[in-house]
């Protein structure tokens, strides 16, 4: 099965980068994907990185290392309106499902 | 482009009774997935449907069960309802399912709120 831990909580100060964690224990994924939800609503989805490297999509960027088992979502120039949630997600191979990780939850402070 | 609709958005039932939630994607996605969010256990996935077809089933109880329709319309039931099914639950919908890049974009509907008493 898969497994995907993040940390429960982070706060960071607006206008600086913050680096939300992912790692994981599967046994095979066909990319790691990134969700954003803001408290009462949906999760949207921000980045997807199918291949080993960097992924830059505006102010927010995902890495994956399949080696290292481990990915991370990167926002930079943080605004109050980015505290929210952030899931990251794969789908295995084998069974076709997706897995969501714990969850961490993001705190902008002026 | 419409998004994802799901109905009802909140709705209360009683221990026992059942439930059918419903959720219409995206227009030209045809895989459908179910997901229950709970503070304690996050994001869980339920099952998936492609074309009609059960692609998948996460680790919940047959009292939860759904079906896709030919325009990819997707139901979900869960009968007998205890307590512990309170929770949001959420629809996503994507182009395709399985290995290719946009089985991995989800698009989540708004939800449904489940309160059991």
């Known amino acids: 099965g898969q497994s995907l831990e993040q940390p429960s909580e982070v706060t960071a100060v607006e206008g600086a980068i913050v680096q939300i964690n992912c790692t994981y224990q599967t046994s095979g994924f066909y990319g790691l994907s990134w969700y954003q939800q803001h408290d009462g609503g949906a999760p949207t989805f921000l980045s997807y990185?199918?291949?080993?490297g960097l992924e830059e999509t505006g102010r927010f960027s995902s890495f994956l290392s399949r080696s290292d088992s481990y990915g991370y979502l990167l926002l930079q120039e943080l605004q109050m309106k980015d505290s929210a949630s952030y899931f990251c997600a794969v789908r295995d191979k084998g069974y076709q499902k997706v897995t969501f990780g714990t969850g961490t939850k993001l705190q902008v402070i002026p | 482009k419409a998004g994802v609709t799901q109905t009802p958005r909140y709705l209360i039932k009683t221990r026992g009774q059942q439930v059918t939630l419903s959720c219409s994607p995206i227009s030209g996605h045809r895989s459908v997935s179910w997901y229950q969010q709970t503070p304690g256990q996050g994001l869980q996935f339920l099952f998936e449907?492609?074309?009609?077809?059960?692609?998948n089933k996460g680790n919940f109880p047959g009292r939860f069960s759904g079906r896709q329709f030919s325009n990819s319309r997707s139901e979900m039931n869960v009968s007998t309802l205890e307590l512990g099914d309170s929770a949001l639950y959420l629809c996503?919908?994507?182009?395709?399912?399985?290995?290719?890049?946009?089985?991995?974009?989800?698009?989540f509907g708004a939800g449904s709120r489940l309160t059991v008493l």
């Open positions: 996503a919908s994507s182009l395709t399912s399985g290995a290719y890049s946009g089985a991995n974009v989800l698009t």
């Open positions: 990185n199918a291949l080993d």
């Open positions: 449907y492609f074309s009609e077809t059960q692609r």
